[in-house]
């Protein structure tokens, strides 16, 4: 299983119309978030992340938290790219939807 990390770059990976983030958890390793969001701490202050696209720590380990630093490698930190099961609230909302 590979955890390479996409190229740490400013792109643009969001269609034009689409103004919001997209998140996305990698196998083994941190969360990309790319496109326009906002990142702030418990107590509500921004932390400029310099970017558009950024890695957010998913180990917990990283010594330049909230972002990844590569630590997760080290450390043996295992998680999947998805659930393993569907979460409760998806499975409520199917059923609501109309056939």
Excluded: N, W
């Amino acid at each position: 299983m590979s955890s390479a990390l996409p190229a740490d770059d400013d792109r643009d990976d969001l269609p034009a119309e689409d103004p919001g983030a997209t998140i996305t958890p990698y196998r083994d390793g941190p969360l990309i978030v790319r496109g326009d969001f906002r990142l702030v701490d418990q107590d509500g202050t921004e932390i400029d992340p310099g970017r558009r696209t950024v890695a957010l720590c998913r180990c917990g380990k990283s010594g330049i938290k909230p972002f990844c630093d590569g630590t997760h490698k080290r450390s043996g930190f295992s998680a999947p790219s998805a659930p393993s099961r569907p979460r409760p609230a998806a499975a409520i909302r199917s059923h609501d939807r109309p056939a």
